[in-house]
Antibody, heavy 123, light 111 residues
């Protein structure tokens, strides 16, 4: 089974762009069809879905973040990335990458998660 | 406010049964979209508990079961054990938002 690991700066200044990478190990991103997803969780709060990128090339984003979010895949490196622009303190959270296998377009649930990366937005 | 509504907390004594509701609307659960459930222990990533409404991944005890009706779904945990104490989240697709949504989460306390 694939494993995921988030990486990126733990501290980002307000108004700058948050960039995180999720490295996939134990399998190829191209070997099957998946939703490659990002979810975040502010301290003491619930999960917030950020967005996902399907192997087919389609992407969906949380409408509340859509104007600031980009998720991209680099299958040659077995990685996918999150970019969130114009960050504020409200973007401080643990960011998780996760993946859901799909069969004929049907989402089988986020079965694999990374351990999470803590990102703080502060000057 | 999440599109999927869950009670902030539920509790039960060991051996009892608790139910966690996930109340949606006509654009998500009511539209027939699948519901997934996750369990999260403090300081760890969520774990997929139930996928596509009723399916348990390998290793998930049969004590965890689900149901859905109309615009709602629910997770039932029978024979409560101390190790079940965690946060639980439902997730579904929402056609109005054109994306996935999580419930606000429910903290289960085993008394």
């Amino acid at each position: 089974q694939v494993q995921l690991q988030e990486s990126g700066p733990g501290l980002v200044k307000p108004s700058q762009t948050l960039s995180l990478t999720c490295t996939v190990s134990g399998g190829s991103m191209s070997s099957d069809t998946y939703y490659w997803s990002w979810i975040r969780q502010p301290a003491g709060k619930g999960l917030e879905w950020i967005g996902r990128f399907h192997t087919s090339g389609s992407a969906n984003y949380n409408p509340s973040l859509k104007s600031r979010v980009t998720i991209s895949l680099d299958t040659s490196k077995n990685q996918f990335s999150l970019r969130l622009s114009s960050v504020t303190a409200a973007d401080t959270a643990v960011y998780y990458c996760a993946t859901a296998r799909t069969i004929l377009g049907v989402d089988l649930g986020l079965a694999v998660w990374g351990k999470g990366a803590t990102v703080t937005v502060s000057s | 406010q999440s599109v999927l509504t869950q009670p902030p907390s539920v509790s039960g004594a060991p051996g009892q049964t608790v139910t966690i509701p996930c109340i949606g609307s006509s654009s998500n659960i009511g539209a027939g979209y699948d519901v997934h459930w996750y369990q999260q222990f403090p300081g760890t990533a969520p774990k997929l508990l139930i996928y596509r409404n009723t399916n348990r991944p390998s290793g998930v005890p049969e004590r965890f079961s689900t149901s859905r009706s109309g615009t709602s779904a629910s997770l039932a945990i029978t024979g409560l054990q101390a190790e079940d104490e965690a946060d639980f989240y439902c997730q579904s697709y929402d056609s109005s938002l054109v994306g996935s949504v999580f419930g606000g989460g429910t903290k289960l306390t085993v008394l």
